[in-house]
C-alpha cells in the first residue's frame, strides 16, 4: 500500500531565510509520481511540482527547488528567500501508475513566515 | 480559462440528513477526483469519475455515493450524515483520461451538527 510521511508537523521561520520540508514515501509500484501541493488559509489546493519515478533530475523553479531521491525514497522541497505569502500548509503526494490516479496525502507541513 | 468550481461554498447539516455536493471541472478536463479532507489532517480520496463511471474508489462506505454528468461535472452525495462526516470536501479535476496532474476546486466545508 502506498503511503506518505511528513515528519515535520509546523516549521517558523523569518522571511528570507530558506525552508526545507521532508517528504518520505511507500510504494510498491516502478511507475509512480510524486508531487508537492500548498494550501493557503483559502483552503484551495494550489498544484506547485510533480516529478515521476524515472526521472530523478532535480531543478529549480523559480524560488522552488526539488530534490528527488529513490534510494532513500526521499522528495524533499525547499522554498529559498522565503516570503510572508509562503505562509501555508504545505501537502506532499503520491500517485501509482498515473499521475491522475488517486492521490495518496501526508498529514502536511505548516509554514509560517514571519516578517 | 475557469479552473475547478465547486458548491455551496459552506453548508450545515443535521445528522442522518443527506447532502449533495456540486463541482464543475477545469475546462477540457474529463476526470474527477473527491476528497474529504478532516481539520488538520491531509484530504483522503473518496471516488474517481470518467465517462460517467466511478474508476476507483478510496476506502469509504456506501453512504457516499457520486455522479459524473456528460459535461463531465459530478456530484457527490453523502447520506445519513454522522458528525464525523464534518470536512472540507475537495474536487478535483484532471484530462487525458485522468493520466494528468489533479488541480483542486476551492472545496465545500460541510458542518454536522
Known amino acids: 500500500a502506498q503511503k506518505v510521511t511528513q515528519a515535520q508537523t509546523e516549521i517558523s521561520v523569518v522571511e528570507k531565510e530558506d525552508v526545507t520540508l521532508d517528504c518520505v514515501y511507500e510504494t510498491r509500484d516502478t511507475t509512480y509520481y510524486l508531487f508537492w501541493y500548498k494550501q493557503p488559509p483559502s483552503g484551495e489546493l494550489v498544484f506547485l511540482i510533480r516529478?515521476?519515478?524515472?526521472?530523478?533530475q532535480n531543478e529549480i523553479s523559480g524560488r522552488y527547488s526539488w530534490n528527488f531521491q529513490k534510494s532513500t525514497s526521499s522528495f524533499n522541497f525547499t522554498i529559498t528567500a522565503s516570503q510572508v505569502v509562503d505562509s501555508a500548509v504545505y501537502f506532499c503526494a503520491l500517485s501509482e501508475g498515473a499521475a491522475g490516479n488517486k492521490l495518496t496525502f501526508g498529514g502536511g507541513t505548516r509554514v509560517l513566515v514571519k516578517p | 480559462d475557469a479552473g475547478v468550481t465547486q458548491s455551496p461554498t459552506h453548508l450545515i447539516k443535521t445528522r442522518g440528513q443527506q447532502v449533495t455536493l456540486r463541482c464543475s471541472p477545469k475546462?477540457?478536463?474529463?476526470?474527477v477526483s473527491w476528497y474529504q479532507q478532516a481539520l488538520g489532517q491531509g484530504p483522503q480520496f473518496i471516488f474517481q469519475y470518467y465517462e460517467e463511471e466511478e474508476r476507483q474508489r478510496g476506502n469509504f462506505p456506501d453512504r457516499f455515493s457520486g455522479h459524473q454528468f456528460p459535461n463531465y461535472s459530478s456530484e457527490l452525495n453523502v447520506n445519513a450524515l454522522l458528525l464525523g462526516d464534518s470536512a472540507l470536501y475537495l474536487c478535483?479535476?484532471?484530462?487525458?483520461?485522468?493520466?494528468?496532474?489533479?488541480?483542486f476546486g476551492p472545496g465545500t466545508r460541510l458542518t454536522v451538527l
Open positions: 516529478r515521476n519515478s524515472f526521472d530523478e
Open positions: 475546462s477540457g478536463h474529463d476526470t
Open positions: 478535483a479535476s484532471s484530462y487525458v483520461q485522468g493520466t494528468d496532474t489533479q488541480y
